[in-house]
């Protein structure tokens, strides 16, 4: 997975095992092969005004995983490529000053 830190300061913590990545304190999992589709998905995880995390759009950006459109065998019979964490991108963004404290 690439990592990217969109901007400076303590970010949400986090855990990848096999295609899963863990978010917070177990708060929030999500298993990144099971929303890839033909076409780029974009999976926003937020929190709200109780430090909750959501992948819901609430109040402040925790980051955005962005998992590239599912690709395919050249051939007669195209088949899906295996799915590849290599290929997915975790944004991260700095958590706003209440999350911290």
């Not at 999992?29 to 005004?49: A, F, P, Q």
Request: net charge negative; glycine share 4%; hydrophobic share 40%.
């Amino acid at each position: 997975m690439k990592v990217i830190e969109v901007n400076e300061g303590t970010k949400v913590a986090y855990e990848v095992s096999g295609t899963k990545i863990f978010f917070g304190d177990d708060e929030l999992m999500l298993n990144l092969k099971k929303y890839e589709r033909d076409s780029e998905v974009v999976i926003n995880v937020c929190s709200d005004h109780d430090m909750l995390l959501t992948s819901d759009l609430s109040e402040n950006f925790v980051a955005n995983i962005v998992i590239p459109a599912r690709k395919y065998t050249e051939g007669e019979n195209p088949e899906p490529v295996p799915f590849s964490m290599d290929n997915v991108e975790l944004h991260l963004w700095a958590l706003v000053e209440s999350e911290v404290a």
